[in-house]
Structure formats: C-alpha cells, structure tokens
C-alpha cells in the first residue's frame, strides 16, 4: 500500500473571463503517491499547468483541498505557503529561471541557505555533490549566460533538489531542449526517482512520459485516464513506448 504524499479532493479552479468564469479545472480527486514518478498528460489547453500549480501552491485552487500532511494548502497563509514551497517542494519548469548574476553554484545553494534547517557547510556539500550529479560540476562557477541550456536545466534540477524535496514537481522541464539535452534531464530525473524521489511532472512529449510509474490523462480539466507501469528500463523503451501509444490511442490523444 503507497502512502499518498498529497491528496487534493474536489479541486476546482475557474478564471475570471470577458465578464464570466472559466472553469478550468472541475472537481478533481487525486492522490500523488510516494515514490512515484507521476506524469500528466493532456493535449495542450487542458489544464496540465493550472493542475500543476494549483497542487504545488503556486496558485491557489477556486475551491476543494489539497492536503499535505494533513494540511489543507488551499486555506494556508500566504507566509505559510511560501515557507512550504521552500523546504518541502521542487519546482522545475521549461524556462529555467536561474538567477543570471549569481553562479551556477550559488544558484543551487542559495535555495538551501534559505532553508533555516540546514547548515551552510551541509548545503555546500550537498551542492558540490549535485553538480557532479549533474555532470556541472567544471562549470560551478559559470554564470547561466555562459552555459549551455542543457547545463542550465540540469543546474535547475539541482536547485530544485538542494532541501531534499518530499515532491519535486516538472512543468514540461524538456519543453525548451533539443534531442540530446533532454534525455539528459529525463535520464537524471529517472535516477533521482529510483533513489527515492518522488516526482510529478507535467508534459505533452511522449518521450518524457515514458519516463512515469503512473499516467495521468486530462481532458478538459478532469483526470479521464491512469496508466501504472514498472519503473523504466532503457532497454525495454520500444515495448513501453508501444503500450503508452496504444493507450494513448485509446484516449484519441
Ligand atoms: N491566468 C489565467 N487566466 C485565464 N485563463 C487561463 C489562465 N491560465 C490558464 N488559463 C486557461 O486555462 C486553460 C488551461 O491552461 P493550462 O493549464 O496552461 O493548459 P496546459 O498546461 O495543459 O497547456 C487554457 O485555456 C488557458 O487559456
Ligand atoms: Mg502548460
């Protein structure tokens, strides 16, 4: 039995519009489980990104809960919140967002000295051991403009991972790179869930997707699909790819 890391229960969210609302998301019910990597598909517009923020407490939901250990992040002060988002979540996204006049090491650590938990000696060591992990490590003291987009997105993985985050959550992370630089990062992201991390991640790649334990489908704001896999294999790719196309199919994505 997985223990859910986050819940969220009748999730509704709704934009204002010429002079009416939106409903973008209608009451989803939805648990994101330890130790999964959780994928979200749906054809673009359906509210991949909306989902993802709202589950992250990066927006907040219209209405319905969000719980994460055993708090509802929906109803939580916005000092709360970002205190949360902090210490307790990775983002990463398409565009990297790195801070351009801090190094690429200062970009991971700094995230972990702002967490009052850790010593900056630990947050150091951790940082030192992620760009080696990523394969960075020649660069830690490159500025983002002096990098590669593939170096930059893995320097924002690690970022996204200095405080140990209980979910590390991907809008469309391999959106912005080409062919090589994102089986980089899917390769990475897999190696980080296989170490334990858990992750949810949103993409309209089916490469990325093949990437997940569990797919999620969304259309128009609901959840209308799930598929459960094994973790991923590079050697059985073709075969996965095979069964998430025919299921995919099966969706009229
Ligand atoms: N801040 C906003 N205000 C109004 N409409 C929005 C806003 N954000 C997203 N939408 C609308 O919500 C729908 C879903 O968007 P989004 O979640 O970004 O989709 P996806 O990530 O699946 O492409 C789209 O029709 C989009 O135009
Ligand atoms: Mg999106």
Request: charged fraction near 25%; charge should be negative.
């Amino acid at each position: 039995m997985k223990n859910a890391v986050l819940s969220a229960k009748a999730l509704c969210k709704s934009f204002a519009h010429e002079g009416g609302q939106v409903h973008i998301l209608s009451n989803v019910d939805l648990d994101i489980y330890e130790g999964d990597f959780t994928v979200i598909m749906g054809a673009s517009g359906s509210g991949k990104s909306t989902m993802l923020y709202a589950l992250s407490g990066m927006d907040r939901a219209t209405s319905g809960q969000v719980l994460y250990k055993g708090k509802d992040i929906v109803k939580m002060k916005e000092s709360e919140l970002a205190a949360l988002r902090r210490s307790d979540f990775g983002f990463i996204f398409q565009q990297m967002h790195l801070v351009s006049n801090l190094t690429l090491f200062e970009n991971i650590a700094v995230p972990g000295y702002l967490n009052k938990a850790k010593a900056a000696d630990d947050v150091n060591a951790r940082a030192d051991m992620l760009m080696e992990k990523m394969s960075i490590a020649d660069v830690k003291t490159h500025l983002p403009s002096q990098v590669s987009g593939g170096q930059q997105q893995r320097c924002a993985i690690a970022r996204a991972v200095i405080n140990e985050p209980s979910l590390l959550f991907a809008d469309e992370p391999t959106g912005a790179l080409n062919r090589k630089n994102s089986n980089d990062v899917l390769d990475l992201l897999t190696s980080l869930n296989r170490e334990g991390q858990s992750i949810l991640m949103v993409t309209h790649d089916l490469r990325a997707a093949l990437r997940a334990t569990r797919i999620l489908y969304l259309e128009d704001g609901k959840v209308i699909g799930e598929l459960t896999l094994p973790p991923f294999e590079q050697q059985a790719e073709k075969s996965r790819e095979t069964q998430v196309n025919a299921w995919l199919s099966s969706l009229e994505w």
